[in-house]
């Protein structure tokens, strides 16, 4: 028989985010999200400093997110966690503590694929609370396409069923969001770039500069030439303008920004024209993005548009207890001996 209600806690330490979270028979109860600034000064994430800084976060995050979900460790039905794809030391932290947790509390032991997680992140139900309506952007049905976008994947991706998940295209170098946060860099912007791009993007003209769009077979990308002749752009006006960068920036950012959803939006339309699925989702880190988000938006009409509140575009545990969710329905339990898999494919 079927235990109602269905408590998931959710675990995400697949980079540099320590987060957990409570769903309750599909809907919200907390999502908690400690962000690791240690990794600032570096300009990058280091792999080591994130897998101690999981370690010191993990229990005071879950604490946080079970006393916010106003709730027992007890009434817990089952802990889902990311099993990969990520950083191995990040991983094993989380897959540690929630083999641990499953243990102790004698409950189900879930493991979830991270990009997954972020594609089913549609399927988070808001609890409606009368003082504080959320809109919700609606829950797609099957099928739909999903561009996941995020720092290390870029997929277009067919989704039939919960778990049925087809690539239909990928990058074959650098993913969307490693392109905004290496331009970024270039700029002097901190890290991670992608958001502060974003940001002086809204000031700028996205007309201003133009780069060169790359040539890949099938619904494939590829980001690392644009890097390139930003780079060499940026060295050529340097030469004669050593403020050139400082002078220009919001127009530099505004006009990389725009090649690089051009570039996403491109092999999108081929997607929708070769597969005729109508119904389109967002997913990733990148789905944040303010010219994505507009751009899609204005789709004609004969689409659905599916776009994430912006707390489950970034990495969240959410987005991972909503996936462990569903895995609980169908019964899909993992063993005690599960391994994380820091290449693991969709
Ligand atoms: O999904 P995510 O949080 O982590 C990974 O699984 O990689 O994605 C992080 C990526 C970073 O590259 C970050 O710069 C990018 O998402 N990102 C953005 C924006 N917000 C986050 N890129 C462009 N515009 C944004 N507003
Ligand atoms: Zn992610």
């Given at each position: 028989m079927q235990q109602s209600p269905i408590i998931i806690l959710g675990i995400e330490s697949s980079c540099d985010d320590t987060s957990a979270a409570v769903i309750k028979d599909g809907k919200i109860l907390a999502n908690i999200i400690a962000n690791q600034d240690v990794h600032e000064a570096y300009g990058g994430v280091v792999p080591e400093l994130a897998s101690r800084a999981h370690q010191q976060n993990i229990i005071p995050v879950v604490d946080e997110a079970i006393k916010q979900a106003g709730i027992t460790k007890e009434e817990i039905t089952a802990i889902a966690f990311t099993n990969g794809p990520g950083l191995m030391g990040s991983l094993l932290v989380g897959s540690s503590f929630s083999k641990a947790f499953a243990l102790a509390m004698d409950i189900p032991l879930i493991e979830v694929n991270h990009m997954q997680g972020h594609i089913l992140a549609h399927f988070i139900e808001e609890e409606f609370n009368e003082t504080d309506p959320v809109i919700n952007t609606g829950i797609p049905t099957f099928p739909f396409l999903c561009l996941t976008v995020s720092g290390g994947h870029t997929q277009i991706v067919k989704i039939t069923d919960y778990f049925k998940m087809e690539v239909l295209g990928e990058t074959i170098d650098d993913a969307a969001g490693e392109a905004f946060d290496k331009v970024a860099k270039m700029l002097g912007l901190p890290y991670p770039g992608g958001p502060f791009l974003d940001q002086k993007a809204q000031l700028?003209?996205?007309?201003k500069y133009t780069f060169t769009h790359p040539k890949v077979p099938g619904l494939n990308y590829s980001f690392s030439g644009l890097k390139t002749s930003v780079l060499y752009f940026l060295k050529r006006e340097l030469k004669t303008n050593p403020n050139f960068i400082k002078e220009n920036l919001n127009d530099i950012c505004a006009s990389v920004q725009k090649t690089i959803v051009d570039i996403l939006l491109i092999e999108l339309k081929k997607a929708i024209k070769e597969t005729g699925i109508n119904q389109i989702a967002i997913a990733g880190g990148v789905s944040a993005n303010s010219e994505l988000r507009k751009r899609l938006a204005s789709f004609s009409a004969a689409y659905q548009i599916y776009i994430p509140k912006m707390e489950y575009c970034t990495d969240n545990a959410a987005m991972i207890a909503i996936a462990g969710h569903y895995k609980y329905l169908q019964k899909d339990f993992t063993e005690q001996s599960i391994a994380p898999s820091a290449r693991m494919k969709i």
């Open positions: 700028g003209n996205p007309n």
